[in-house]
């Protein structure tokens, strides 16, 4: 790994930090306020990196000497955008709209060191097909996975082998950090 700026991640989410320390990254935890964007008009790619940016951006203000990351995870049934259920009947209404199908998961991520005015922006989708699910089989895996803070209603890490069927991609993606791209995208960092 190269020699990088001190190094931040701009989110709360203990899933992308877990991802993070596979990388053997020192970094600190500094959560973003930067509200979302949702715009019919932009891409599944477009939203996230955006939102990606945004988190990124409001954290390199406040610590313009550090290397920020910021990430936006949704998942997408064509163009229809699949966030985190507000409870669980809305969870169950998701699953349902899933099941039997194939959906993206995008995530965008965004790198700014702002003292350097450098930023690389990207994102990485990956292709997730669900099982054929009746309600009782979503309400089964409710009782062993909160889907509330999850986008999509759903966790592939957390007994993800009980409604997915397969998987084309980034596995580490679904889990909200494509760790293989950012790990070519920090080793390129002060090219």
């Known amino acids: 790994m190269v020699k990088l700026p001190s190094f931040i991640l701009a989110s709360a989410s203990p899933r992308r930090s877990e991802l993070l320390r596979q990388l053997k990254l020192e970094f600190e935890v500094v959560p973003s306020d930067a509200l979302e964007v949702y715009d019919d008009h932009l891409s599944p790619q477009e ?70 005015h450098k930023e690389r922006v990207f994102a990485v989708s990956t292709d997730v097909t669900f099982r054929s699910l009746k309600p009782e089989q979503i309400d089964e895996y409710f009782k062993k996975v909160n889907p509330l803070d999850k986008a999509g209603a759903y966790a592939i890490q957390e007994n993800g082998d009980l409604i997915v069927s397969e998987i084309s991609g980034s596995f580490n993606n679904v889990v909200g950090l494509p760790l293989e791209k950012l790990q070519r995208a920090l080793a390129v960092w002060n090219d």
């Open 47 to 116: 939203l996230c990196q955006l939102n990606a940016h945004r988190k990124a951006r409001v954290v390199s203000k406040k610590i313009p000497d550090a290397l920020v990351m910021g990430a936006d995870t949704l998942v997408f049934l064509d163009r229809k955008i699949f966030g985190k259920p507000a409870d669980l009947t809305e969870a169950k209404k998701m699953l349902l709209q899933l099941q039997g199908k194939t959906h993206q998961v995008v995530t965008g991520v965004s790198l700014i060191h702002l003292r350097a």
